[in-house]
């Protein structure tokens, strides 16, 4: 009896392998299906995308990193400063700073993802051109931010730099709007 049971597991073990090896290749993209592979290592852009519809979506893209930058620093920066949430003994202090510096980290990676979004519309990158200095200046504040380091010049320095970035959209025909992005996005 002993010797059935290492014998058992030893079956299972070789199930359980068999069903991963068999699944791991059914879900492989087969040659003869037609279908190609969406994920090309050329790097090389879809067919079928003119110049003037690359322009269109590089607008849209500004738009929408723009407005959820402009949407988390009002909503976990500017309006929990305003309201006292970042000074000693408020209560929910330390929650309010991490999220001001998750908030400012992704405000950060959205407008620079907004910035090289504008280099697809001419008009556009002519008017978002002079704001990528104030941008990368903003590198830092995240850590501030979370740190609980931060004062009125750090703030206002966000604010400055979103209100730059709106304008410059709406000069070129892209106006921005703030889009509050969930907690779950600041995160992940």
């Known amino acids: 009896m002993p010797t059935s049971v290492p014998l058992r597991r030893l079956l299972v073990a070789l199930l359980l392998s068999c069903t991963v090896l068999v699944s791991a290749t059914a879900c492989g993209s087969g040659g003869d299906s037609g279908a190609s592979s969406s994920a ?3 790097g090389t852009s879809p067919t079928g995308t003119s110049s003037a519809e690359a322009q269109k979506f590089a607008k849209t893209r500004f738009v929408a990193n723009a407005g959820l930058a402009a949407g988390a620093t009002y909503q976990w920066i500017v ?3 305003r309201a006292g949430g970042f000074k000693k003994g408020a209560d929910g202090r330390t929650f309010a700073l991490v999220k001001a510096g998750l908030a400012g980290g992704f405000a950060y990676n959205r407008l620079k993802a907004a910035s090289d979004n504008a280099k697809g519309d ?3 990158s002519k008017a978002v051109a002079p704001l990528t200095a104030g941008i990368a200046s903003l590198k830092g504040l ?3 931010l979370r740190k609980g380091d931060a004062g009125e010049g750090d703030i206002s320095a966000f604010e400055n730099v979103i209100n730059n970035v709106k304008d410059a959209g709406k000069s070129a025909g892209a106006e921005v709007k703030d889009q ?3 907690t779950a996005q600041l995160g992940g």
Do not use: D, G, M, N
Request: charged share 15%; glycine share 0%; no cysteine.
């Open 40 to 42: 090309s290592p050329t």
């Open 79 to 81: 309006k929990p400063y």
């Open 122 to 124: 001419p008009l556009l």
């Open 142 to 144: 995240a850590t501030k």
């Open 180 to 182: 509050v992005p969930s």
